[in-house]
């Protein structure tokens, strides 16, 4: 199971929105709504942010916010802030009964 | 507080054996399938390995098949990873972290909403 694709590096001034992208296949991505993402700071253990392509957990703000259209899905962060500076994953579940995640982008909060 | 403590990360030599620990609190441990994932040094997250709440369903990713062994203790509410043969490649911290949904009886979490802060696992003669 190939890791899904994702940026490397995104960036983005505070109050500005940015967009990282999550490619994947039809048997991942593209065969069910069970995206997830997950924020990572230097040294600490992965947050979970989105869950099913576009559900927030309690306590995460709703600048955050995904979507999936066929084999990409999409987390957008809105009103950027530097505490949003981070690694974000994202996750799927697949057909083989499995979960592959994304190679990992690093926000840059300019 | 839900809390999920690692343990028994460290250093072994390639084809050696070690056995990882993640303790529970907070929750009915019994009633979560838990999972292990894995980040190796500066790279990026991998699911290693899920146990539904019984015990009865077990997956493993195709890096580890064979090679790894997961299990709990309900009563004792720990989750282990038992890791032979190890190689240079399974260098990396170890999250044991817990299904979003509650009483999921089989099948890999699509989401984990819980993890311990990891332990080290270095692979190197």
């Known amino acids: 199971q190939s890791a899904l694709t994702q940026p490397a590096s995104v960036s983005g001034s505070p109050g500005q929105s940015i967009t990282i992208s999550c490619t994947g296949t039809s048997s991942d991505v593209g065969a069910y709504d069970y995206v997830s993402w997950y924020q990572q700071h230097p040294g600490k253990a992965p947050k979970l942010m989105i869950y099913?392509?576009?559900s927030r957990p309690s306590g995460v703000p709703d600048r955050f916010s995904g979507s999936k259209s066929g084999n990409t899905a999409s987390l957008t962060i809105s009103g950027l802030q530097a505490e949003d500076e981070a690694d974000y994953y994202c996750?799927?579940?697949?057909?083989?009964?499995?979960?592959?995640f994304g190679g990992g982008t690093r926000l840059t909060v300019l | 507080e839900v809390q999920l403590v690692e343990s028994g990360g460290g250093l072994v030599k390639p084809g050696g054996s070690l056995r990882l620990s993640c303790a529970a609190s907070?929750?009915?441990?019994?009633?979560?399938?838990m999972i292990w994932v894995r980040q190796a040094p500066g790279k990026g997250l991998e699911w290693v390995s899920s146990i539904s709440g019984s015990g009865a369903f077990i997956y493993y990713a195709d890096s580890v098949k064979g090679r790894f062994i997961i299990s709990r203790d309900n009563a004792k509410n720990s989750l282990y990873l038992q890791m032979n043969s190890l190689r240079a490649e399974d260098m990396a911290i170890y999250y044991c972290a817990r299904d979003l949904v509650f009483g999921r009886i089989r099948g890999v979490p699509h989401s984990t909403d819980y993890w311990g802060q990891g332990t080290l696992v270095t692979v190197s003669s």
């Open positions: 907070g929750f009915t441990f019994s009633s979560y399938t």
């Open positions: 099913d392509v576009s």
């Open positions: 996750t799927s579940y697949t057909t083989s009964s499995t979960l592959v």
